[in-house]
C-alpha cells in the first residue's frame, strides 16, 4: 500500500509541548473533603507520579504514527490527551481539527443507551448530521456485524462486540484523526482483516492515525512513523522500524 508521506511544509495537525500528566498511585485511598476542594493543592502531594512528563512532538496531516512501550509506560494517557477527555497538569496540546477515538470502549458510548441510540447520540456529537447518520447507519451496523443487536443495551453487548460497534463507528466519522488504541487485539480474525481493510482505506484518504499496539507486525504494516515511551518519557521519535528495533533491544522478549 502507499502511505501518504508527511509534509513538513504543511502545518501540524496535533502539536503536543511540554505534556505532562500526573496521577496518584492509591485512588482508592480515602480522601478527605479539603481533597476534594482543594483543586491544585491536591497537586504535588506523596504518592503522586508523573504518568507522563516533557513530551513534545508534531504530527503533520496523514502520517501514522505508531505508540510503543511497555504496559503502563503511558501509551493511553497520551491519546486521551490528543482526544482530550484527559488535561494535562503541564504543557498542552493542540490539534487542528476533530478527533475520532476509539480508546477505552466504554468513552463515549452510555452503558443504558441501545447500540442504535448510541451510534446517533456519538455520531451526533462529532458533527454527522441527522440525514447523514441515516444514510450510513445501516454500514455501521453491518460492518461490526451487530444486526442483531441493534436494540439492545451496550452495556449487554460482549466486550468483543462493543469494540466491533465502537471501530465500526468511529471509522465512519469525517474526523481527520484516528485514535485507536489495541481495538485489533480484540476483534476475531474475520472482523481483524476487516479493520486492517478500513484502516488502509483511511490512510488512503488521507487521514491521521495514532496507533497503540502491542503486535509489532500491525505496527510496521500501517506506521511510517513510532513514538516509543518508556517510564513516561518520550525516549525516540522515529521511523516505526527504528523505534521497534530500539524497543526490542531494550526489552528483549
Ligand atoms: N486515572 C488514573 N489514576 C491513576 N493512575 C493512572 C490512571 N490512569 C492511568 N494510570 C497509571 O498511569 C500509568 C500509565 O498508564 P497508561 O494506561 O497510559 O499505560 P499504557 O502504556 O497505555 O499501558 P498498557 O500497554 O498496559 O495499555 C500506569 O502506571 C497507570 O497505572
Known amino acids: 500500500m502507499t502511505l501518504t508521506p508527511a509534509q513538513p511544509q504543511q502545518s501540524p495537525i496535533i ?46 496531516p496523514g502520517e501514522a504514527i505508531g505508540v510503543v512501550g511497555r504496559n503502563g509506560q503511558g501509551k493511553s494517557t497520551l491519546l486521551k490527551l490528543v482526544a482530550r477527555v484527559l488535561f494535562p497538569d503541564e504543557g498542552r496540546v493542540r490539534v487542528n481539527g476533530g478527533v475520532a477515538p476509539l480508546i477505552e470502549i466504554t468513552g463515549g458510548f452510555v452503558g443504558d443507551l441501545t447500540v442504535r441510540d448510541n451510534v446517533h447520540l456519538t455520531a451526533g456529537l462529532h458533527g454527522l ?92 504494516r500501517f506506521c511510517t512513523r513510532g513514538l516509543y515511551l518508556d517510564a513516561g518519557k518520550l525516549q525516540l521519535d522515529a521511523p516505526i522500524n527504528e523505534v521497534l528495533d530500539r524497543y526490542n533491544a531494550d526489552h528483549p522478549a
Request: net charge positive; aromatic share 10%; with cysteine.
Open 129 to 220: 448530521p441527522k440525514a447523514e447518520i441515516a444514510r450510513r447507519f445501516d454500514d455501521i451496523i453491518n460492518f461490526a456485524g451487530a444486526a442483531d443487536v441493534i436494540d439492545t443495551p451496550f452495556k449487554h453487548l460482549s466486550s468483543g462486540m462493543k469494540v466491533r460497534v465502537a471501530f465500526s463507528l468511529i471509522s465512519q466519522l469525517d474526523e481527520p484523526v484516528l485514535l485507536v488504541d489495541e481495538v485489533l487485539a480484540v476483534g476475531d480474525k474475520a472482523f481483524r482483516a476487516r479493520c486492517y481493510q478500513r484502516i488502509e482505506e483511511l490512510l488512503a484518504d488521507g487521514k491521521t492515525l495514532f496507533l497503540v499496539s502491542h503486535n509489532e507486525r500491525d505496527l510496521r
Open 15 to 60: 502539536t503536543a509541548e511540554g505534556l505532562g500528566v500526573r496521577f496518584r498511585r492509591n485512588r482508592g485511598a480515602r480522601r478527605s473533603f479539603k481533597d476534594l476542594l482543594g483543586g491544585r493543592a491536591r497537586r504535588g502531594r506523596p504518592g503522586d507520579f508523573w504518568a507522563l512528563r516533557d513530551v513534545s512532538f508534531s504530527v503533520y
